[in-house]
């Protein structure tokens, strides 16, 4: 096996909270549409109900918010109102996990860093800003900007050739187990887990960390 020179990270729930994010403008979402008709009790409880349907960013947004109009008999907008909504403000909730700078800081003295995130250009863009990554990494592909999407082979193989790595010398840290870790196995790489929690388990050959400064003791 050759000595790992190169970490790749995803973006959401990795280095940052993306769960949080998507949270709050679940409810901004709701609580717009139900301020004035339902108490905050019932509105929190639609905004588990959506978050459930959401699956971690896993489930397309037009489905959760066709959904949505569904379940909760809403006649005065679509869902491509939503799916706007959604793409134009889910950036400015972004919460960078609190350690994600110290470790990506720490790991750039000693390995090559970069990053392979799913979603749209504008979003994904202000998110990076908001995290300040850019320092440390040496290359970022967004997928909406590069036309291929975590699984498909050909993105991580995009990064490897840009950094003129192999796979064989490359980690690639995520969460999702079907983007990121079935996708990173795909083409040989080395895959770390994040996850926080202790009951999500798989039975994939990969390590697993629990929070993003988890890493720095594992390598």
């Known amino acids: 096996m050759k000595q790992i020179t190169t970490i790749l990270f995803d973006m959401d729930n ?17 609580n717009t549409d139900f301020a004035t008709t339902k108490s905050q009790e019932e509105i929190e409880t639609i905004v588990d109900r959506m978050m459930v349907l959401d699956d971690e960013g896993a489930t397309p947004k037009d489905i959760v918010f066709s959904q949505y109009i569904e379940e909760y008999g809403i006649k005065e907008n679509t869902w491509e109102h939503y ?13 960078p996990y609190p350690k994600a700078i110290e470790v990506l800081k720490t790991l ?11 979603g749209n250009s504008k979003t994904q863009r202000v998110k990076i800003a908001k ?18 999407h975590k699984p498909d082979a050909r993105i991580f193989q995009k990064a490897l050739d840009l950094m003129g790595v192999s796979a064989e010398e490359t980690i690639f840290v995520g ?5 990121d870790i079935e996708g990173s196995i795909a083409v040989k790489m080395t895959p770390i887990w994040i996850h926080p929690d202790p ?19 594992l390598l």
């Open 199 to 217: 009951y999500k388990t798989t039975d994939l050959p990969v390590k697993r960390i629990y929070k993003i400064e988890d890493l720095l003791e």
């Open 175 to 179: 969460d999702s187990l079907k983007f």
């Open 131 to 148: 995290l300040g990554c850019e320092p440390y990494m040496e290359i970022m592909l967004v997928s909406g900007e590069e036309g291929i």
């Open 14 to 30: 990795t280095l940052i909270d993306r769960q949080l994010a998507a949270r709050a403008l679940m409810h901004h979402i709701v």
């Open 108 to 118: 750039k003295q000693k390995y090559r860093l970069g990053m392979i995130t799913n």
């Open 83 to 95: 799916n706007h909504l959604w793409w134009e403000h889910l950036g400015e909730y972004t919460t």
